[in-house]
């Protein structure tokens, strides 16, 4: 089964930016779809964005303009590039696949990695 690596979190002050990445442990020949979620202390997994096969990307209404979701297919590893970046940004980021088509659905996504910290200070 493939292992998802997420990288790239610490702790930035409010308008900074950060890239995280999410490394797949290998290549799988399935149709599959990539997300990034986030969950804040206290709070619900939400959805930020996802990337299908065919590189259509959807975001979340808080990331729209703000974050940019990409793929980089000879290093086999996702990107999150956040700008902008608000104290309520603050949480542990995810990378999740599912098989097939995007979702926003917490429980659609079967594999997960192990999260990355983001703090953003006002």
């Known amino acids: 089964q493939v292992q998802l690596v997420e990288s790239g979190g610490g702790s930035v002050q409010t308008g900074g930016s950060l890239s995280l990445s999410c490394t797949l442990s290998r290549y799988t020949y399935n149709t599959y779809s990539l997300a990034w979620f986030r969950q804040a202390q206290g709070k619900e997994r939400e959805w930020v964005g996802c990337?299908?096969?065919?590189?259509?990307?959807t975001y979340a209404d808080f990331a729209q303009g703000r974050f940019n979701i990409s793929k980089d297919n000879a290093k086999n590893t996702l990107y999150l590039q956040m700008n902008s970046l608000k104290p309520e940004d603050t949480a542990m980021y995810y990378c999740?696949?599912?098989?097939?088509?995007?979702?926003?659905?917490?429980?659609?996504?079967?594999?997960w990695g192990r999260g990355t910290l983001v703090t953003v200070s006002s």
């Open positions: 990337r299908d096969s065919i590189t259509l990307t």
């Open positions: 999740a696949q599912k098989i097939g088509s995007c979702s926003y659905v917490v429980t659609a996504f079967d594999i």
